[in-house]
């Protein structure tokens, strides 16, 4: 474990770890090879606001709505569609999220949104704390990051 270096709570970041879908298909890009549009697949019903896998994340369009105002840097919407996975478990009702695909584009560590060396979701202490008041438990397995990009080994919950 390294040093952990104390710095003021809106100089933190945090690695996000969104709530897992059954599976996410990416169905159109940029020249540059950014998801524009994806479909995210539910084998179950999700009250979260924020959920992903493979590095692509969707945000309930509620969630999508009140961040708009909150002027949040390094991040765009794309489209997104829920769909049911084709192997969620027969005879459970699986009730759709409306969702918008977050298209994260902030520079590392320095704007509200942003990506880590290994494609994790990583939010200023701004979102984390919009994001505690909307989705308690997505927020509090979020780690620390310390200032050379490593996960401080600590989870939120308390």
């Known amino acids: 474990m390294h040093d952990v270096v104390e710095r003021k709570p ?18 159109s890009e940029s020249d ?7 479909k995210f ?3 179950y019903t999700t009250t979260h606001v924020i959920m992903g896998r493979y590095g692509y994340c969707a945000v309930t369009q509620k969630l999508a709505e009140e961040m708009a ?9 794309g489209s997104a569609t829920a769909k049911v996975w084709e192997y969620a478990e027969e ?8 969702i918008a695909l977050l298209v994260v584009t902030g520079k590392y560590m320095d704007d509200d949104f942003s ?17 505690s008041e909307r ?12 200032p050379d990009g490593r996960r401080i080994r600590r989870w939120l919950i308390t």
């Open 10 to 27: 809106e100089e933190k970041f945090y690695e996000l770890n969104p709530h897992p879908t059954a599976h996410v298909l990416r169905t």
């Open 135 to 146: 989705d308690p438990e997505v927020a509090a397995y979020a780690r620390e990051v310390g």
């Open 41 to 43: 697949f539910f084998d």
């Open 115 to 131: 990506l880590g060396d290994r494609g994790d979701l990583l939010v200023s202490y701004r979102v984390l704390q919009f994001l």
């Open 32 to 38: 540059e090879g950014t998801a524009l549009s994806a």
């Open 91 to 98: 005879g459970v009702e699986v009730v759709l999220p409306e």
């Open 69 to 77: 105002p909150m002027q949040f840097s390094g991040y765009a919407l």
